[in-house]
């Protein structure tokens, strides 16, 4: 049989790489699109993805029920984030380092929060049980959750890639990147591009922390984890730009897996050595963080 | 004063106050980059975290202080120069952004090499001259760290008075110019990394001797943060940077301790504060320059 030839330990591992890069993808989505449009990096934005996963652990029961529930309140809890990071940014446009400490402050107040509340240790959550258990994949175990994870991550990407390519929204987005000057000149209402722009990016994260509670659980610390790994996907995709996030978004996920596996402990070296390539490559952006 | 604190106060707050001076060498480190030449850092804890490692390696040869010193300013400076490769290519935000993936791979890296792993590895106390007893106590731990800091702070204010800290204040103010006038900029940035990444180095190995132990969250980005907000609030002066790291590291442990372990509140509060409140420093010349090439 073919397929067995493909599936061995490596293969699976790069499975979870898959789901793991695509996980990645749905939260760097947002913090790079609120780089490019609004010119903020959010140090918030892995609270965001904390603040889902603790929903995920606090609402879903194991049935579709809790996960619905979990999921609205993602929706809620993320547009309301995005709304106060967008509202708190707002007096300090045009000092991006004053908005870098703002957000600071904001996730270091929010992670006191979550350890006052939720406790210090790291806490799992259980997927639905009709995908709570494995599947074989051509003699190993596989769990389900992942593959459907997977599948409802694809899903968004493709969701997520149309929006800002195809539609009307993502042109306006994509005009303010490009030259918010000149998109403020034609009439485009910038001001009101970067609020949602925050909006959406806090619902993406949020909702990246339901979905990936069972993948990486909520715990102390897993904020600035999120945070820094999706960061690195921005800056080797290019910030600003969505599909070179997806394409860096895959390549960390396999570096963190499957590079792990492969050569355990150089996966810092690696992902180092894909910034340095990334901002090599690219010729010195003119406007500070801007992609060339 | 601050001599006599060891015979003032008791032994919980000496040993805080010799771990503020460590955070005031830090924050001065960050200083070097965001008060002179406008690109903020938010990594410098990666370089006190390998000058700590340099430090405690030696600690199996010499307890000499002033030796694992060296060698710790020479190990922060090495891995600034290595690490400053990618952190030079960027400005301003991103120059932020890269600095901060450095530092939390940096972190991560250290977890998985350095000795000890993520457990860390403790230190016999130093002796601070040879022939000298070990310093167990903290009052004469604390007085070593304001011996080495007071050292380290008239060697960073030397250089501030440099022609080579004018073309870095040069580069925050307007690059192009700079290198108009036939200056390589991004190779006085890494200079200026390098000597940021020598003097964490140096804070490393005054934290090493101050808590005889190092770990890798040592490395954590709260460290970094506590350091370039220090030098934001000292705006542009190195002394300035050095009352504010001894200002948040009072307000995250011993306020903190007051307010039943909320530190990292207050600490989020104070960077809140400090972003809102209007002040005149050199992010106002950062935006000017994005502006300006709009």
């Known amino acids: 049989m073919g397929l067995s030839g493909l599936v061995n330990p490596y293969t699976i591992t790069a499975l979870d790489g898959v789901a793991y890069g695509l996980l990645l993808f749905v939260i760097a989505a947002g913090l790079t699109l609120i780089f490019g449009v609004a010119g903020v990096f959010s140090m918030a934005h892995g609270t965001l993805y904390l603040a889902g996963a603790y929903i995920a652990w606090q609402l879903a029961d194991g049935g579709w029920v809790g996960l619905g529930l979990a999921l609205a309140a993602a929706v809620l809890i993320g547009a309301v984030g995005g709304a106060g990071l967008a509202a708190a940014v707002r007096p300090l446009t045009d000092r991006p380092l004053d908005q870098v400490l703002a957000t600071l402050g904001v996730a270091y107040i929010a992670a006191d929060g979550f350890s006052t509340v939720f406790g210090a240790e790291p806490r799992s959550v259980d997927p639905p049980r009709a995908l709570a258990g494995s599947v074989s994949l051509g003699g190993y175990q596989y769990p389900v959750y992942r593959l459907g994870f997977i599948a409802v991550a694809a899903l968004i990407v493709v969701l997520l890639i149309w929006l800002v390519e195809r539609s009307r929204v993502g042109a306006v987005v994509r005009a303010v990147v490009a030259d918010p000057g000149m998109a403020a000149a034609t009439g485009l209402r910038t001001r009101t591009t970067r609020a949602a722009v925050l909006v959406g990016g806090g619902v993406l994260a949020v909702t990246a922390g339901v979905l990936g509670a069972p993948v990486i659980g909520p715990a102390p610390g897993v904020d600035t984890t999120i945070l820094v790994y999706s960061l690195i996907v921005c800056v080797v995709g290019g910030l600003g730009s969505i599909r070179g996030a997806l394409l860096a978004a895959l390549g960390v996920g396999q570096i963190l897996t499957l590079g792990v596996a492969l050569v355990p402990g150089a996966a810092a070296f690696v992902l180092a050595a894909a910034m340095l390539v990334a901002l090599t490559v690219r010729h010195r952006p003119s406007l500070a963080g801007r992609p060339a | ?294």
């Open chain 2, 1 to 294: 004063m601050a001599v006599a604190l060891p015979w003032m106060v008791n032994a919980y707050l000496v040993s805080l106050a010799a771990t503020a001076l460590v955070m005031a060498v830090l924050a001065m480190s960050a200083q070097l980059l965001v008060g002179l030449a406008g690109q903020p850092p938010l990594g410098q804890a990666a370089y006190l975290v390998v000058g700590a490692y340099a430090a405690a390696t030696l600690a199996t040869l010499t307890s000499l202080g002033p030796v694992q010193l060296l060698a710790a300013t020479a190990a922060g400076a090495v891995a600034a120069a290595v690490t400053g490769l990618l952190a030079v290519r960027v400005r301003a935000t991103t120059f932020l952004m890269v600095t901060f993936g450095v530092g939390e791979l940096v972190h991560a890296a250290a977890g998985q090499w350095a000795p000890g792993g993520s457990e860390g590895t403790h230190i016999p106390p130093v002796v601070a001259l040879p022939g000298l007893a070990p310093l167990v106590r903290p009052g004469w731990v604390y007085l070593y760290v304001l011996a080495c800091t007071l050292i380290i702070a008239t060697a960073v204010i030397v250089l501030t008075r440099t022609r080579f800290a004018l073309l870095l204040r040069a580069i925050a103010a307007h690059e192009p110019r700079v290198q108009a006038a036939g200056h390589h900029t991004s190779r006085l940035l890494l200079a200026a990394y390098t000597l940021a990444g020598a003097i964490a180095g140096a804070a490393g190995a005054l934290l090493v001797a101050v808590t005889r132990y190092v770990s890798p969250a040592d490395a954590a980005m709260g460290i970094s943060a506590i350091a370039l907000a220090a030098a934001l609030i000292g705006s542009g002066s190195m002394i300035g940077a050095c009352a504010a790291a001894i200002l948040l590291v009072a307000a995250r442990d011993w306020a903190g301790g007051l307010l039943s372990g909320h530190g990292s509140t207050l600490l989020g509060l104070s960077f809140l504060a400090l972003a809102y409140l209007p002040r005149h420093r050199l992010a106002g010349l950062l935006t000017r320059r994005d502006r300006g090439r709009t």
